[in-house]
């Protein structure tokens, strides 16, 4: 899976969780949960979410890991090869 691949079903999973967002303005190193105002329920039905669209087990230890766009690409990109 590319990271192009990676990143829209992240756009797709972000969509539902935040349908107003404009995907095209966030730079990859924005924190989501600020720009994108998500709450910590929906930022974790978010990684439930990659979790069954990736099969990618994400343990709770590494949701600190994952702040920006930029920062769950190479998460799951290094999960997936």
Do not use: H, W
Request: hydrophobic share 40%.
């Amino acid at each position: 899976m590319t990271d192009s691949e990676i990143k829209e079903t992240i756009f797709k999973l972000l969509k539902e969780i935040a349908p107003e967002a404009d995907f095209s303005e966030l730079e990859p190193n924005q924190n989501l949960r600020e720009v994108l105002d998500i709450d910590s329920f929906d930022f974790l039905n978010f990684l439930i979410g990659l979790n069954a669209e990736l099969g990618i087990d994400i343990p709770e230890s590494d949701y600190g890991q994952l702040g920006t766009l930029a920062d769950i690409v190479s998460y799951i990109s290094a999960r997936i090869s």
